[in-house]
């Protein structure tokens, strides 16, 4: 376990933020300090065909060493960069042995403190080794320590030969946090049947189902005029921007809804008299109504449009990613390999919808299905962030696992 802990600890020292404004592959220059090193490491446990192209896509291959015929490739994919939300610069880890079941001090000069009685998942690992933020930083977890368990699986996969297994091909991508991850990922010159993304959270996460997304943005046109003379003359698009967030269902936003509950999430706002602008993102599990939701928008700004002028508001909407399930349950002994795999380490499977999305969510209707496994971290995207090694170590089994049942007959 020690050295997936260097491994990992190596890997989040490198900050890899990406940038959403940003219209380059990768979008940050510095996505590219990381993924050369992950080139390098690949060559040093002896993978094969490494290869990274002029977008920081990288690809690597485990020949088989088996000579039983007809056992599909099969592949394991993870994503370096992390979220454009929180900062991962000069990422500082704390490392808590043994711990002990109570609150963790992150910083004692801000006062930040990781406690059971708000993350009440932390509890679950009571004597665990616990990898922290030092409460200025986000992690990494997401998804470093996906790539740090595909690494060192394939690496135990390499330096025991009697475990038998068929061709296993690994990818890395740029940019899954903000949701490009898959778009130039070549799933042609990748060649495997199926993969397996390690993106998931805590320990037993097995996952096949996740949201229909879509991102709008909603800009009002208003006119300014002197407030003291403003009567019948002034729009006020900010006013106009508030008036447009209380027609959206007021319950139907992620912190009052769960499983398969989908919502509408405003994310950004700004404005003035004149111009003011919504970003929010769509999600629903059902097809039909996550439609449902983006009529909604065109209803509320049609409304608005005719109150104030057609020309007030535009509302455009663009999809991201659709509901993996809809691909992946035509294969579905996919997702019992990896529950198969689960069991046969007496870990519990918990099979459940993501509420997100994966660069596998992109890959499934790219024609590489693509179910999602639990790569052990907790609280992604900020300060509370945090992974069980023994949870890291579990998807390192999981995944020698899965290789070592795909060529079981």
């Known amino acids: 376990m020690q050295d997936i802990i260097d491994r990992f600890l190596s890997y989040v020292k490198v900050d890899t933020q990406s940038d959403p404004t940003s219209e380059a592959t990768p979008s940050t220059e510095k996505q590219w300090d990381l993924a050369h090193k992950l080139v390098s490491d690949l060559k040093a446990i002896g993978m094969h065909n490494v290869t990274i192209d002029d977008n920081a896509y990288i690809m690597a291959t485990l020949p088989s060493n088996t000579y039983t015929k007809d056992i599909p490739v099969i592949?394991?994919?993870?994503?370096?960069?992390?979220?454009?939300?929180?900062?991962?610069?000069?990422?500082?880890?704390?490392?808590?042995?043994?711990?002990?079941?109570?609150?963790?001090?992150?910083?004692?000069?801000?006062?930040?403190?990781?406690?059971?009685?708000?993350?009440?998942?932390?509890?679950?690992?009571?004597?665990?080794?616990?990898?922290?933020?030092?409460?200025?930083?986000?992690?990494?977890?997401?998804?470093?320590?996906?790539?740090?368990?595909?690494?060192?699986?394939?690496?135990?996969?390499?330096?025991?030969?009697?475990?038998?297994?068929?061709?296993?091909?690994?990818?890395?991508?740029?940019?899954?946090?903000?949701?490009?991850?898959?778009?130039?990922f070549d799933v042609e010159k990748f060649g495997a049947a199926y993969a397996y993304t390690m993106d998931g959270s805590q320990i037993g996460e097995l996952e096949y189902e996740n949201f229909n997304a879509a991102g709008a943005t909603i800009t009002i046109t208003g006119k300014s005029v002197h407030p003291g003379y403003a009567k019948g003359k002034m729009i006020n698009a900010i006013s106009i921007a508030n008036e447009f967030m209380s027609l959206l269902p007021q319950n139907e936003i992620p912190q009052k809804t769960t499983g398969r509950e989908g919502f509408f999430h405003i994310h950004n706002i700004s404005g003035e008299i004149e111009n003011a602008q919504l970003e929010l993102i769509i999600r629903d599990h059902d097809k039909e109504i996550f439609e449902a939701r983006k009529e909604l928008l065109l209803e509320i700004s049609n409304k608005l449009n005719n109150r104030y002028g057609d020309d007030c508001i535009s509302t455009t909407i663009k999809d991201q990613y659709y509901n993996m399930k809809e691909k992946v349950e035509p294969v579905f002994h996919i997702v019992e390999i990896a529950k198969k795999a689960m069991e046969a380490l007496d870990i519990n499977p918990i099979l459940k919808p993501i509420r997100g999305g994966t660069d596998g969510s992109q890959l499934s209707f790219m024609g590489l299905p693509c179910p999602n496994i639990f790569a052990g971290g907790h609280n992604f995207h900020g300060k509370y962030e945090y992974v069980p090694a023994e949870s890291m170590k579990s998807a390192v089994d999981v995944i020698v696992k899965i290789c070592e049942l795909t060529a079981i007959k």
């Open 75 to 184: 592949g394991f994919i993870s994503h370096f960069d992390t979220s454009p939300d929180f900062s991962g610069t000069n990422v500082n880890p704390q490392i808590i042995e043994n711990y002990d079941g109570k609150d963790i001090m992150l910083n004692k000069e801000k006062n930040i403190i990781l406690s059971p009685d708000y993350f009440d998942d932390l509890i679950q690992y009571k004597g665990q080794t616990i990898i922290t933020t030092d409460g200025t930083t986000l992690l990494g977890a997401d998804d470093k320590a996906g790539i740090t368990e595909i690494i060192c699986a394939m690496e135990y996969l390499i330096n025991n030969p009697e475990i038998k297994h068929g061709t296993i091909r690994v990818g890395f991508t740029p940019d899954e946090e903000i949701g490009r991850g898959a778009h130039k």
